[in-house]
Nanobody
Framework: QVQLVESGGGLVQAGGSLRLSCAAS????????MGWYRQAPGKQRELVAV???????NYADSVKGRFTISRDNAKNTVYLQMNSLKPEDTAVYYC?????????WGQGTQVTVSS
């Protein structure tokens, strides 16, 4: 089992920044990728950004150039730096870890961007 604990959400004005953190623990060997997803009210959960064990990254078009995903292997932690936030970025953000064919999820952290 993999446990994921997110932190760093909150309320910010449009144009502001936040950094989300996701600490992984438990059976973390062989995790192939970690990422962030978000779900706004009434919408489906969507991929925001992902980083593989090899360091490759991928972003949703809507956040390219504004968000940056990174990882600290020594701390088993993944970060999402979010800049130039927009009201449409408001959502619950979930950390995800993929290990073989299993997805693990954190509890989610609320990000609210006011206009």
């Amino acid at each position: 089992q993999v446990q994921l604990v997110e932190s760093g959400g909150g309320l910010v004005q449009a144009g502001g920044s936040l950094r989300l953190s996701c600490a992984a623990s438990g059976s973390i060997l062989s995790i192939s990728a970690m990422g962030w997803y978000r779900q706004a009210p009434g919408k489906q959960r969507e991929l925001v950004a992902v980083i593989t064990s090899g360091g490759s990254t991928n972003y949703a078009d809507s956040v390219k150039g504004r968000f940056t995903i990174s990882r600290d292997n020594a701390k088993n932690t993944v970060y999402l730096q979010m800049n130039s936030l927009k009201p449409e970025d408001t959502a619950v953000y979930y950390c995800n870890a993929r290990k073989y064919l299993t997805n693990y999820w954190g509890q989610g952290t609320q990000v609210t961007v006011s206009s």
